[in-house]
């Protein structure tokens, strides 16, 4: 009887043993199913913002670097309006109408132009020799200093923005930075990646791709549609399936490969019409978004609050030029967020 149960004991032991592995190979294989680079689609808009809150620039291609995108000699949201004497930066949440001023760089001149065509043209050159530091105040009161452009450029934003003491600063990597992008475990349920971008202006980290996908199931609930570039992101994807950005654990472009890192929470500035500079007056997108994409109840809630999510932000892990049209490939992580 004794060594019947001895039998018994090692038959179920036995068991056990085969049913774990057979289970562990099968995982390992879904897993390395799971993190293989899948084409997910195309590149349809590339756009970046040198002075930010202001007027986007669209081109066909664009460098992926560590501090962001860059093409030519512009740099995304390389340039700061901030407030004179408090250092409080300025943006189209507040000022919507500087959605609309202009910024054109060529040969180390910078060109700001507001809708009325008034223009001011900066020598960057000489902007660094003067090298007026001033210290810009971003969002949780981070600081971060710049290069002051002048009197002439102030004169033209405060007029146009009917806003006293303006200023238009100038990132420079030799000056103090106190806001890197540090990333927090609280970002998503998976586990998030351990990262400290040092970034310009932007209000967090390097890079903010959207989808068309996603912007398509949002337009199916709204009574007037609504477009990417209200969302102000650096890469638009095509051809892929609504919120798959929330999946992604990493995306690559021809050589450039980003590493994604946040959902992207929006704020009331997607309200804001880049053509026009006004204010929606029903709150929309924002306010449908909060119907729908919050993010799910636990610690991403408490992280995240009432700021619904559209989109994902990334930061860089091997540099490379993109361009519109090329295949995205994404590798996944096990769920979304």
């Avoid at 992101?233 to 590493?259: F, P, S, T």
Wanted: aromatic share 8%; hydrophobic share 35%.
């Amino acid at each position: 009887m004794i060594l019947d149960d001895k039998r018994l004991l090692l038959a179920c032991i036995g068991g056990t043993v085969v049913t774990y592995n057979a289970f562990r190979i099968l995982k390992s294989l879904y897993d390395s199913q799971r993190t293989e680079w899948v084409p997910i689609g195309t590149v349809k808009h590339l756009w970046m913002y040198p002075i930010k809150s202001c007027k986007r620039k669209e081109v066909f291609s664009l460098h992926c670097g560590p501090l962001g995108v860059s093409f030519g000699e512009y740099q995304d949201r390389e340039f700061l309006v901030i407030n004179g004497t408090t250092g409080k930066f300025l943006t189209a949440r507040q000022f919507p109408k500087m959605i609309l001023i202009e910024s054109e760089m060529s040969d180390g001149v910078l060109t700001v132009t507001t809708p009325e065509g008034k223009s001011v043209r900066i020598e960057l050159a000489q902007v660094i020799a003067k090298r007026d530091v001033k210290r810009g105040i971003l969002h949780a009161n981070l600081k971060a200093d710049g290069l002051d452009c002048g009197d002439e450029v102030s004169e033209l934003i405060s007029a146009f923005l009917a806003e006293p003491d303006t200023r238009l600063i100038y990132y420079r990597p030799n000056l103090f930075n106190g806001r890197p992008c540090k990333t927090e475990q609280e970002w998503w349920n998976n586990p998030v990646p351990r990262r400290n971008d040092t970034v310009m202006y932007v209000d967090l980290a390097p890079y903010m791709i959207t989808t068309e996908g996603s912007l398509k199931a949002l337009n199916e609930q709204l009574d007037r549609p609504t477009t990417s570039l209200n969302f102000r992101g650096n890469i638009v994807v095509d051809q892929c399936a609504a919120w798959d950005e929330d999946k992604w654990a990493e995306i690559r472009i021809g050589d450039a490969h980003l590493e994604c890192f946040k959902p992207c929470t929006r704020c009331i500035l997607t309200t804001v019409d880049p053509e026009t500079g006004v204010k929606d007056p029903d709150m929309q997108p924002l306010k449908k978004l909060r119907e729908f994409r919050l993010a799910p109840e636990g610690k991403l809630r408490d992280a995240h609050g009432q700021s619904p999510i559209f989109g994902v932000n990334a930061g860089l892990l091997k540099p490379g030029y993109i361009h519109v049209g090329q295949t995205v490939y994404a590798k996944y992580k096990p769920s979304a967020y």
